[in-house]
């Protein structure tokens, strides 16, 4: 059995892991020759990582604007707060939302505390889908704003690692 991969190397496949997994027939062979271990050394740092509840889950970062869906918008509803984990759990499993989760309010500005993310390519789709969901969770009254977005300035996976150390010229 191969030795774990050590501290440095560890730091270094995080932050490769967050810009994505290589395309590539063997990925994480590809991720060990960059930080200078076995592919099987990766597999089980990330195995561990898994075990430790690093991870919630693996998944893609899909650029919509450039598979057609322009139609992009963020359902703001101002939930009563003993109700809102209820809420957020249906509308996080309804088709159609992309993304739901919880803010705290900004009073008296920002009454707002449950976001969700729609993607369509039709601005009148995503209307018709949103009312659809509203109607269906009993939600037409509850306070909400549709946003919906004109440009896209950044789209990623989170990032948490550490930038990696300049190196100082000596002299």
Known sequence: MNAGLNDLQAMHLRRL????LPLDARPYRRLAEQV??????????IQRWQDEGLFRRV?????HRALGFRANAMLVLDIPDAQVDEVGRRLGQAAGVNLCYQRPRRLPQWPYNLFC??????REQVCQLIAALLAANGLDE???QLLFSTRAFKQCGGR???????EVANG
């Open 160 to 166: 948490y690692a550490p930038p990696p150390a300049k």
């Open 142 to 144: 509850v306070p909400h």
């Open 117 to 122: 993310m729609v993607h369509g390519r039709e």
């Open 59 to 63: 998944g893609l970062v899909l650029k």
């Open 17 to 20: 892991l967050e810009g994505g």
């Open 36 to 45: 200078g271990a076995s592919e099987a050394q990766v597999l089980e740092q």
